[in-house]
């Protein structure tokens, strides 16, 4: 759950490193699936996110068999996130100033297991959505914007619409750069998510054979 502060931006797009697969994109099938929602989650990493209110919503629709110019399948939607710092008196329930605010263009989507373990009491972990998009605006803006294009990667976990069905769950948004983005949504990461507190996600995996 760990993100930066808007000062560390830069820092924050850098972060993670994942191997490209452009030929296992290139030559697979792109299966109609999709990712909608809104989560909230509160950050718990003592001395880094402790008591912050990451915020995002999303759209991420990918139709069979759509390919662009890059062999990447093509995926419809956008991020919107807003980071509040924590409440100044503790109280995780409330927020505190308003830290940063992005937007984004989803590029790729990936539904299946993820590799992340689940803390003691969270639900397994068999289907989630791990999704990523290029940032189009970020304020406030870097003090020295990156050289090439920097786009988010996040996951979320739907676990289901009943009164009785756990949270659903969500991750902070992470910053990478190149084909990084592309190999998330095909394996994801071992970051943790955490319960959302409002809202909710529906996660709609490509259809069984």
Request: proline content about 11%; aromatic content about 6%.
């Given at each position: 759950?760990?993100?930066?502060?808007?000062?560390?931006a830069v820092v924050v797009f850098l972060a993670g490193a994942f191997a490209?697969?452009?030929?296992?994109?290139?030559?697979?099938?792109?299966?109609?699936?999709?990712?909608?929602?809104?989560?909230?989650?509160?950050?718990t990493v003592v001395g880094v996110n402790l008591g912050r209110h990451i915020?995002?919503?999303?759209?991420?629709?990918?139709n069979e068999g759509d390919r662009d110019a890059d062999g990447h399948c093509?995926?419809?939607?956008?991020?919107?996130?807003?980071?509040?710092?924590?409440?100044?008196?503790?109280?995780?329930?409330?927020?505190?100033?308003?830290?940063?605010?992005?937007?984004?263009?989803?590029?790729?989507?990936?539904?299946?297991?993820?590799?992340?373990?689940?803390?003691?009491?969270?639900?397994?972990?068999?289907?989630?959505?791990?999704?990523?998009?290029?940032?189009?605006?970020?304020?406030?803006?870097?003090?020295?914007?990156?050289?090439?294009?920097?786009?988010?990667?996040?996951?979320?976990?739907?676990?289901?619409?009943?009164?009785?069905?756990?949270?659903?769950?969500?991750?902070?948004?992470?910053?990478?750069?190149?084909?990084?983005?592309?190999?998330?949504?095909?394996?994801?990461?071992?970051?943790?998510?955490?319960?959302?507190?409002?809202?909710?996600?529906?996660?709609?995996?490509?259809?069984?054979?």
């Amino acid at each position: 759950m760990s993100i930066g502060r808007a000062g560390s931006a830069v820092v924050v797009f850098l972060a993670g490193a994942f191997a490209a697969s452009p030929a296992r994109a290139q030559t697979e099938a792109c299966p109609k699936q999709s990712a909608t929602g809104h989560i909230e989650v509160i950050g718990t990493v003592v001395g880094v996110n402790l008591g912050r209110h990451i915020i995002y919503s999303f759209s991420a629709i990918q139709n069979e068999g759509d390919r662009d110019a890059d062999g990447h399948c093509v995926v419809n939607g956008q991020i919107e996130e807003f980071l509040y710092d924590a409440d100044p008196g503790g109280n995780l329930d409330k927020r505190g100033d308003l830290l940063r605010r992005s937007h984004g263009d989803v590029v790729c989507i990936g539904i299946g297991p993820d590799p992340s373990v689940p803390r003691p009491g969270e639900p397994p972990r068999p289907v989630v959505a791990h999704m990523a998009a290029r940032i189009t605006h970020f304020y406030p803006p870097p003090e020295t914007p990156p050289p090439e294009p920097v786009y988010w990667i996040w996951k979320v976990q739907d676990n289901g619409e009943g009164a009785n069905d756990p949270p659903d769950y969500g991750s902070a948004l992470n910053g990478v750069t190149g084909q990084r983005p592309f190999a998330f949504c095909e394996v994801g990461d071992t970051r943790n998510m955490a319960p959302s507190i409002r809202g909710n996600v529906q996660v709609r995996p490509p259809d069984l054979p």
